[in-house]
T-cell receptor
Framework: GAVVSQHPSWVICKSGTSVKIECRSL??????MFWYRQFPKQSLMLMAT?????????EQGVEKDKFLINHASLTLSTLTVTSAHPEDSSFYIC????????????FGQGTRLTVV | DAKTTQPTSMDCAEGRAANLPCNHS???????VYWYRQIHSQGPQYIIH???NNETNEMASLIITEDRKSSTLILPHATLRDTAVYYC?????????????FGGGTRLMVKP
């Protein structure tokens, strides 16, 4: 089946630093990818829609200057958490679907970010 | 997209069938029912989806009522590895490669 890979799986960083998370579709092309955030014992919340070759679309309440998204190719989207604070500590998950095919969404394994 | 309602949690004995209900009373004619699950600290995993007919695959069966206002996901022989949060999601069209709106889901605990 289709595979979406995230890297890193787990990262600890100091407050004020920036962290980049990669989301790759390994065996298919994805014009659109989605970034979710999940706090402990809560459900996934959509943060933004990443569009290849154009600007990302952010959900209400998500700061675009803090969560920078770049979708430079059909197989890679990156989420950069800038000037991270402890409250940004969360589980970040990306998803993608195959271009032009009616299929299910494929999710990455998630990235657990801890800001200390 | 139609809203779904699921029980917060359920227990199931290992080896027995797990039946997870989902209410989607406001579902419209072009909306599909999708099921995903999330094992602790992992990304969600697709299970099955359907429109109005019952569906079965290697993981589970999906039973959709005739009026389509509710459905049941059936894991025929639950194992300890099926312990997870199960999400029922209703989507327009047959393309879940789009964004998904997750509700609270059902936390299934499979016990030995």
């Amino acid at each position: 089946g289709a595979v979406v890979s995230q890297h890193p799986s787990w990262v600890i960083c100091k407050s004020g630093t920036s962290v980049k998370i990669e989301c790759r579709s390994l065996d298919f092309q994805a014009t659109t990818m989605f970034w979710y955030r999940q706090f402990p014992k809560q459900s996934l919340m959509l943060m933004a829609t990443s569009n290849e070759g154009s600007k990302a679309t952010y959900e209400q309440g998500v700061e675009k200057d803090k969560f920078l998204i770049n979708h430079a190719s059909l197989t890679l989207s990156t989420l950069t958490v800038t000037s991270a604070h402890p409250e940004d500590s969360s589980f970040y998950i990306c998803s993608a679907g195959r271009n032009g095919r009616n299929t299910e969404a494929f999710f990455g394994q998630g990235t657990r970010l801890t800001v200390v | 997209d139609a809203k779904t309602t699921q029980p917060t949690s359920m227990d199931c004995a290992e080896g027995r069938a797990a039946n997870l209900p989902c209410n989607h009373s406001t579902i419209s004619g072009n909306e599909y029912v999708y099921w995903y699950r999330q094992i602790h600290s992992q990304g969600p995993q697709y299970i099955i989806h359907g429109l109005k007919n019952n569906e079965t695959n290697e993981m589970a069966s999906l039973i959709i009522t005739e009026d389509r206002k509710s459905s049941t996901l059936i894991l025929p022989h639950a194992t300890l590895r099926d312990t997870a949060v199960y999400y029922c999601i209703v989507l327009i069209g047959n393309n879940a490669g789009n964004m998904l709106t997750f509700g609270g889901g059902t936390r299934l605990m499979v016990k030995p």
